[in-house]
């Protein structure tokens, strides 16, 4: 049922926000695994060059985490506990985004999920809050791990701190300078924090003797807190994105927005959003695309949105790589631009990785998805525009997702065609203001596609 | 109907979301003129010492405003365009604060409403919303205003955008130097920004040869804005608390909160809010404040809470006295420090206004409302156990009625008593992180209440 705006009775309203009841927060996550045309590549342990086996993961993940990194099962149910702090945010609402079509004249109509009503401000804790009900169950006392931008820290801070657990975070030493307030937001939620490298680790001590200054990078901050978790019996770690537990823990995004859709009797023609190890942009869209795979929705079209400056989807090899930079987690079949690379930096730091979901690459290998990549300028402007428009200020990672959403709007205007378009919007940017600064200044930067520093990296990815 | 918490089932949860229908935000504001007991003193005209004329505002204010600010009508209906913007985060939900009862032993039940679900995080935008559409109706163009901490002129900024308006801002200089993520935040939703005192108004200017390096005041600040106003015929001028019809139109926190209660069946025993003017604790607690005066509920408590630096309720005198330190400003009846005093330098800038909202002071007179002064080591401990509890972080100007909460759930444990204790939370903290890290670093000082500038500056309120 497509009626026009004006059909719905919706001329006078200039916004419209769909919001389910509470009971309807998803009792199950949705697993993509179950319904996969072929199965996924398994993970590869480096010192066995063998598939990798449950108990390889044993000592830093707990058994359940693991059990759902492997699962071929359809539905996992959410345990009560999780959904109870879930329903401190939500169902998060969906939105109309009724003044943007109507700065852009556009006969599209928008929608978008709002993650940013979280307390730690993104998506994260929704994979947060079951990993670290899962390290409780299991008897674990401490969780440690890497946060780049500090929306991954903030969101397991906090969700280990409601499931009584200590969090200890190893904070990219650059981010851990440029951005005091995302720190304090950590300790607020009483994590202990690392300048990475840092002396708490062999790894960061090294480092440290190599270059004392050396303002580290995530695969370094990831090391650390894989070796403080490996060395420790009461500590585990904890990623934030890439992992399958992970997108399916963010399936309850899709779940919401499929609801709420039918509730208003729409389906999305297309489907947005930011890339940057694929979390939100999978949870966000996983059930519609098994829409697609089973073949009811065969048009529908899903477009992962990533940075110029560290395009993976769009120019990355399709290759088993590290998920880190010194080589200690298992080998991924993902599309990278090698674990040694370092993009530019870029004010979207939750973008900056080399690799992405293996399960997202391989849905994007296999044309079920596409890519398309955008410079940071054109980003910031489409954020811009959002908040003058819908009034939310975002985070420049979500921007990447609008930007796309107002590249197609503006085609159907041009075309005369009434789409429906959904996009995760994943955060908020009210830590992002350094950076808004910057491009208000007109002083934010562009940088081209490094293919150099990409074809030295890529040289550097292990023969499997 | 006062169940325990296990008899209404809820042993297994750890929080509880209320949550209206969309159609039950209130279709018009409660006017708490209508249900005074003895009439409110009225403002006067400092030139002519008569009590104030509607014509005497028309320069900076539209109006339908100035009907607001004098009108004795019981309800006054919102209009269709500033209830659809209200919808972009209205109706905020009212939260059980289950963890926090759990932490403090306490048998008292918590309730907040959530404040902090506005897209510039407060409740001001309840009324910047309706005082922008008023003024875009009436054919105005630009409005401009002061802000010290930068909640107001947010709200402002954001208001004026969705309807079209320009919007010019006078930032405190001392904020306006140390707050710059609140200055990107305004210019992100297009308004103009002046650090304050700034070369656009005579005043400003006249104190600028005075003083080049002068850090400004609100008192500065409001000055500057109403001339800007009063010399521009497109411009009005807008404030964001003190006035009768901004506390008309926050009447929407507390009417929500009402039908919320309703529907679980509660009543608040004792209400708690910070007060600086009194905007958010007066529209959060009127509806209530109605039924005790109208003999319903004689036994319900209302305290505002202030900082122990510029406790006005607390310690000021009921007297007649400028709203601003330039004189510029209608005298106004409230509980005031004089207007000339300038409070020591706590983190709560929300909260250092050397009056407050004639309303509400009438009420604290007439013994119908009590308040309460803390220090703000107390009040930052009291917004670190609420981060911890309830995962929301605080305003520290919210964090003082968190602190009398916090006080009165133990006193009930102390008693064994089964209170229902409301508070409205009225914004978050993300633009608050720097006074947060002071006071993790154990930097934070107490100050004394001013005794000898409060004497001082109370000696220059005009005899009336």
Chains 1, 2 share one sequence.
Not at 146 to 154: D, K, L, N, R, V
Not at 171 to 178: E, I, T
């Amino acid at each position: 049922m497509r009626l026009l705006q004006k059909e719905r009775g919706e001329k006078e309203k200039m916004n419209e926000k769909i919001l389910l009841d509470e009971e309807e927060i998803p009792k199950a996550w949705y697993n993509i695994q179950a319904d996969l045309p072929s199965p996924l590549d398994p993970p590869i342990n480096p010192a066995t060059m063998e598939p990798l086996k449950p108990e390889d993961l044993a000592p830093i993940f707990p058994m359940e985490l693991i059990k759902q990194e492997m699962s071929t099962e359809r539905w996992i149910p959410i345990p009560d506990a999780v959904r109870d702090v879930y329903r401190l945010w939500r169902p998060s609402p969906l939105y109309r985004a009724l003044r943007l079509e109507k700065k852009l004249k556009t006969p599209a109509r928008i929608y978008y999920k709002w993650e940013g009503v979280s307390p730690p401000g993104s998506h994260k804790p929704n994979t947060a809050i079951a990993q670290a009900y899962y390290n409780m169950k299991e008897g674990i006392e401490r969780i440690a791990t890497e946060t780049g931008a500090g929306q991954w820290g903030s969101a397991l801070a906090f969700g280990t701190m409601l499931f009584g657990l200590k969090c200890t975070v190893y904070m990219v030493g650059a981010s851990y300078d440029r951005k005091p307030y995302r720190k304090v937001m950590m300790e607020m939620w009483n994590a202990e924090l690392y300048r990475s490298p840092s002396k708490n680790t062999e790894f960061g001590r090294k480092l440290l003797e190599e270059d004392p200054d050396t303002p580290g990078s995530l695969g370094i901050a990831i090391s650390e807190g894989v070796e403080d978790a490996a060395t420790h019996d009461d500590t585990h770690y904890a990623l934030g994105s890439v992992l399958n537990h992970v997108l399916l823990h963010q399936s309850v995004i899709g779940l919401e927005a499929k609801k709420a859709f039918e509730q208003i009797d729409e389906y999305p023609d297309v489907i947005y959003g930011c890339v940057g190890g694929g979390s939100n942009f999978f949870g966000s869209c996983s059930p519609f695309v098994a829409d697609k795979i089973r073949g009811d929705k065969p048009d529908l079209k899903v477009v992962g949105c990533e940075p110029m400056a560290c395009p993976t989807l769009t120019k990355g090899l399709y290759l088993y790589d590290f998920g880190d930079c010194a080589e200690m987690t298992p080998l991924l079949k993902m599309f990278t631009l090698g674990h040694t690379f370092v993009p530019p930096p870029i004010h979207a730091g939750g973008l900056r990785y080399h690799g992405d979901a293996p399960l997202l690459c391989k849905l994007v290998k296999d044309g079920w998805i596409d890519a398309v990549a955008y410079h940071q300028n054109e980003v910031f402007k489409a954020a811009k525009l959002f908040a003058e428009t819908e009034g939310i200020i975002i985070a420049p990672e979500t921007a990447h997702g609008v930007n796309a959403v107002i590249n197609e709007a503006l085609r159907c205007k041009e075309e005369g065609k009434e789409e429906v378009i959904f996009f995760n919007n994943s955060g908020h940017g009210h830590f992002d203001m350094g950076s808004y600064d910057v491009f208000l200044r007109g002083k934010l930067v562009d940088y081209e596609y490094p293919a150099e520093l990409v074809k030295q990296s890529l040289a550097k990815v292990p023969k499997v």
